[in-house]
């Protein structure tokens, strides 16, 4: 089979070789992948600042994947051949508190990724394919849309009057939007672009506010919620800004430490968190109890995923270009 391995940190270290199509032992599918989408990881990953003592040489990389199962192999009772499938992250991790143990079986690293024609996965590493859906939506669902889903569902239960603030228009954040919509909660989006203000506006963001023009956008969440700030923070940008987020949540608000593209570090001014007695909870995907729940979700609620776009196989490299550049929503590899 093709697949695309990282020879060596650095998109130019990202080669097209023939591989040998690998066979399930028990309790592991083949799956025929037909789509990958990328997330800022993925990207970081290749770059070698994602955990980079951790990845082998020669990855098979790409977290998100959706596909069609080719094979079975021995005691496989979940699946069977002919089933859509999409892949499940963390694919250890099925239900219950985190575990440190769970963090070295990621998909696309340390653990192999989807960006192959074929690719193994456990029985308990996949979750049906929303029937509505076509692959490449089902391929943007596994991170971008399970990350903000855990955080407002299992950590603060969002419900119709609440109120959070989403930061950006990437992958997370546009999912967040749909979801948060769905939920019927008040949505205030930052971006450092007008046009994808609007844009936000017409998936469900009832205020925004451009970070660029109003740097101090948590003063801005502020004066929209006369003072008392939001339920929930998905802070998808971290560094210093983390401050910000503390203030912009009201009294006992959650801010969901998500991201980190400004930065791993922070500087936070405790009293505003004593204060405001802010619950900070780190967020690190979701399980896949959280998982079939979404799917559920997106299904009844017939949320189909934003794509900015869709790439060739052939043409990998380009898609990890393109998220650098910045998108609205994902960015898919059609593999099949
Ligand atoms: N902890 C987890 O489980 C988890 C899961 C998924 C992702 N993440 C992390 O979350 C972050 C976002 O991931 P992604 O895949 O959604 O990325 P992405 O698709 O590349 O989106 C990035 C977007 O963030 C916005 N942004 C950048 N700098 C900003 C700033 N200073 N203030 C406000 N917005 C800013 C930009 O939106 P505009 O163009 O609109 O300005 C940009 O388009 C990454 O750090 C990623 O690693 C963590």
Redesign the pocket.
């Known amino acids: 089979m093709r697949a695309w391995t990282l020879d060596n940190f650095g998109l130019e270290n990202l080669n097209l070789r023939e591989v040998d199509v690998p066979s399930p032992a028990p309790h592991e599918v083949l799956v025929k992948v037909s789509a990958v989408s990328l997330?800022?990881?993925d990207?970081?990953l290749v770059d070698g600042i994602y955990a980079p003592e951790k990845m082998p040489k020669g990855l098979i990389p790409g977290a998100d994947s959706a596909g069609t199962v080719a094979a079975v192999g021995r005691d496989v009772t979940k699946v069977a051949v002919g089933d859509r499938v999409t892949s499940h992250f963390y694919s250890t991790w099925q239900d219950g508190p985190w575990l440190p143990e769970y963090a070295d079986f990621q998909l696309g690293g340390p653990l192999d990724g989807g960006l192959a024609e074929y690719q193994l996965l456990s029985e308990d590493s996949v979750v049906p394919t929303p029937p509505d859906m076509t692959d490449v939506e089902a391929a943007t669902l596994p991170?971008?849309g399970l990350?903000p889903w855990?955080a407002m569902r299992e950590y603060r239960n969002l419900k119709a009057g609440d109120s959070v603030l989403i930061?950006?228009?990437?992958?997370?954040?546009i999912f967040a939007i749909q979801l948060a919509s769905a939920m019927g909660a008040r949505i205030i989006v930052?971006?450092?672009?007008d046009e994808?203000?609007l844009r936000a506006r017409e998936l469900g963001a009832t205020d925004t506010i451009n970070?660029r023009t109003s740097p101090d956008?948590a003063g801005a969440v502020l004066e929209l919620t006369d003072g008392a700030g939001v339920d929930v923070v998905l802070d998808?940008?971290?560094?210093d800004?983390l401050r910000n987020s503390v203030r912009a949540a009201k009294g006992n608000g959650l801010v969901a430490?998500?991201?980190?593209?400004?930065g791993q570090t922070t500087t936070l001014d405790l009293m505003d968190v004593i204060w405001h007695q802010t619950q900070i909870q780190?967020?690190?995907?979701?399980h896949r109890r959280s998982f079939n729940d979404l799917v559920r979700f997106l299904d009844k609620h017939a949320i189909h995923p934003v794509i900015d776009s869709v790439f060739p196989f052939e043409e990998a490299p380009r898609a990890y270009e393109k998220?650098a550049q910045?998108?609205?929503g994902?960015?898919v590899i059609e593999v099949a």
């Open positions: 997330n800022y990881r990207k970081a991170i971008a990350t855990f930061q950006g228009t990437g992958g997370v954040s930052t971006s450092s672009s994808k203000l970070y956008w998808v940008v971290g560094g800004g430490v998500i991201g980190f593209l400004d780190g967020i690190a995907v979701g998220l910045g998108a609205f994902k960015i």
